[in-house]
Each structure stands twice: as C-alpha cells, then as structure tokens.
C-alpha cells in the first residue's frame, strides 16, 4: 500500500472523506451537529501530511469557530445549532475529530 493509499485507508476508518487535488488535501467529515469539519493542506511530499494535520489541530481554536457559526444575537447560522453553547461544544467536537486524525496519521 502507497503511502497516499495508507492514509486515505486511515481517514476513511475515522470517518473523514479525503479529495486530493496537485500539491493539496482536504480531509472532511461532518460534526454531530451537522456542520462540516474541514482540514485543508497544502503539501509538497505526502510523508509531510501527518505532521501537517497536527500542526492544524495545533492550531484549531473551537472559540474562533463557533464565533463564525454565530450570528449577531448568538445563535447559530447556516445550519448551526441555535444555542451558542451548543455550537461551541460541536466546534470543540470537531477539534477531538481532527486531534484523533492526527494521531492516526502519526502512527503510520
């Protein structure tokens, strides 16, 4: 197995749907609200993938994102829970989604 095939394999077993594009991946997967958890990269070797999906969970910030799904009044938007608390503990779901793909990936 390829090292792509190797990865595409582990997200799959995780729930992530993966699309690969020239020197780009984006891995995919839907929060249990609904709202679509995304981790894009850009690459220049495939071996380099694992290190860069844990420098995105590294780098996630649950607050900064519920903050986009929330509308002036605090309620969710596009899909997003009503509740603020709510879209923010789906955001902090989002970011154990990302910090188990990353530690998957680092095991390969």
């Not at 020239?22 to 839907?30: A, I």
Request: charged content about 25%; hydrophobic content about 35%; some cysteine.
């Amino acid at each position: 197995m390829t090292k792509k095939q190797t990865i595409e394999f582990v997200a799959k077993i995780l729930g992530w749907k993966t699309d690969w594009d020239d020197g780009t991946v984006e891995f995919s997967q839907h929060s249990p609200a609904g709202n679509e958890c995304v981790v894009s990269l850009s690459y220049k070797h495939i071996s380099d993938i694992p290190a860069l999906v844990n420098e995105h969970y590294e780098g996630y910030d649950p607050s900064y994102e519920a903050y986009l799904w929330l509308d002036e009044f605090g309620h969710g938007r596009n899909g997003a829970p009503d509740n603020m608390g709510d879209v923010y503990a789906d955001m902090q779901e989002c970011e154990r989604m990302i910090k188990t793909l990353a530690e998957a990936l680092n095991r390969i």
